[in-house]
């Protein structure tokens, strides 16, 4: 980062505060081969970067290292995404497999990694690299529609990619239950614990549905047993750790903490947010990056919420034949979206943000100055209350200290008008946007 304050440092004395603050978002600046590397958290912040402060930066390498160069921009989250898909080269091919009804859509390289799974994802993938040598057997918990069948399916898929005679078995407690006892009423349990004896890999979702279920806990205690001293693969999964199963044998808990056990949590805002991304990209679906927070913010709930907002809103979208937008969204989701949880954003927080981000005085921004900074920062601000706010055109005049909403109808008129025209004020705009609604 000494190169990168450096840097700044040249240009400095032309920066307010917030920019200032903005630009220490770079995560890294590095001189090599006479070309400038310089690490980006994400695309918008990149493209923000670029058009606002790119000859500045050509400037200042000018002077401090005493020659011209070339700009190169690596942004993290492509560059971790390329990584990945280098280590994770997995097509899974659809093919009848014996014993198993594992869906081949459901992969590592498609499943979106964040802080609330990534130990569970790892510990998957390194069962499926390294299978019955560690982690063995593996638990997963976590609350409903968080990924945890999902990382069973990847598991097996990335398995059978690379051995795809391994015989794998994935089930749920409940037709483990059902299977037992129609093997039993037939006087033919024999053949059910040979059925699951003979597998490379075991997967069981939503074992804590087995609570009371004395006949079938002793059959997979056997089975769990016979398969472990064999060096065979079992990962489980369940709403609650091996401690908290109620009705559960105690030697069945036990054996299923003698492994790894490893939770899954509610994915937090950027989890989310790459979800959504994800989801979207794969229905061909346009969702603004206003929207996309939107969704993230106020819904809470689990992973299968965030796909179905997302279906609710490509539908309604094509049906009224109307591209989704902010207010699209709160009117069509309104019934899931958490909206009582998150607070309203205020006109003053947006004034406030709009006139340090344009080094504008916040009395000159509500005063009558017709400097044309002001008068962009102004028109800007309206705008921005306009578009995230619920406030009537009235609401937004008065809090401007203004006598007319035709004044904020005319401001968002040319602000959208100069966003058609001039790319760099438009992506200044959006980018003001996402910040303001992060807040």
């Keep these: 980062m000494d190169l990168w304050n450096n840097l700044i440092s040249v240009f400095a004395n032309k920066l307010n505060k917030t920019q200032l603050n903005l630009l220490g978002g770079v995560e890294k600046a590095e001189f090599k081969d006479g070309k400038l590397y310089i690490h980006t958290p994400d695309s918008i912040y990149r493209d923000w970067l670029k058009l606002n402060f790119e000859e500045d ?77 560690i982690y063995n057997p593996l638990f997963i918990y976590g609350g409903i529609g968080l990924g945890k069948t999902h990382l069973l399916h990847a598991t097996a898929n990335y398995l059978l990619s690379i051995n795809p005679n391994a015989n794998v078995i994935y089930t749920t407690a409940d037709t483990f239950m059902s299977e037992l006892i129609y093997f039993m009423k037939n006087g033919n349990v024999l053949e059910f614990r040979r059925r699951y004896k003979n ?29 472990y001293l064999i060096g065979k693969q079992v990962i489980l999964s369940s709403d609650s750790p091996p401690k908290s199963l109620k009705g559960i044998q105690e030697r069945l808990r036990s054996r299923f903490s003698s492994g790894l056990v490893v939770e899954v949590k509610a994915p937090d805002l950027t989890t989310k947010l790459n979800i959504i991304s994800k989801k979207a990209k794969e229905k061909n679906l346009n969702i603004p990056s206003d929207v996309k927070l939107l969704i993230a913010k106020t819904i809470n709930t689990n992973v299968r919420e965030l796909e179905s907002s997302l279906y609710r809103l490509k539908a ?65 601000a309206m705008y921005l209350a306009r578009y995230l706010t619920t406030k009537s055109l009235k609401d937004i005049s008065k809090a401007f200290r203004r006598k007319h909403h035709t004044t904020v109808l005319n401001a968002i008129e040319k602000v959208e008008k100069s966003m058609e ?14 910040r303001i609604m992060s807040l």
């Design 57 to 133: 930066i050509k400037k200042s390498v000018a002077i401090l290292l005493g020659e011209k160069t070339d700009i190169f921009y690596i942004v993290k989250k492509e560059k971790e995404k390329e990584k990945e898909e280098r280590k994770i080269n997995e097509e899974v091919k659809e093919k009848p497999y014996i014993l198993t009804n594992i869906n081949p859509k459901y992969t590592f390289s498609n499943f979106i990694v964040g802080s609330c799974n990534k130990v569970a994802y790892a510990s998957c993938l390194s069962v499926a690299e390294n299978l019955g040598k």
């Design 199 to 227: 597998v490379d890999l075991l997967l069981i979702d939503d074992v804590q549905f087995l609570e009371g279920k004395e006949r079938t806990q002793i059959e997979l205690y056997h089975i769990f047993n016979a398969l």
């Design 316 to 380: 309604y979208s094509e049906i009224l034949g109307k591209p989704i937008t902010l207010k699209l969204a709160r009117e069509v989701l309104k019934d899931i979206l958490e909206l009582k949880n998150v607070e309203e954003l205020s006109i003053e927080k947006i004034q406030k943000e709009v006139a340090s981000y344009f080094s504008v005085n916040l009395n000159e921004l509500l005063g009558n100055s017709r400097k044309k900074q002001v008068r962009m920062a102004r028109q800007v």
């Design 421 to 434: 025209k001039d790319r760099k004020f438009k992506l200044t705009v959006e980018f003001l946007k996402e």
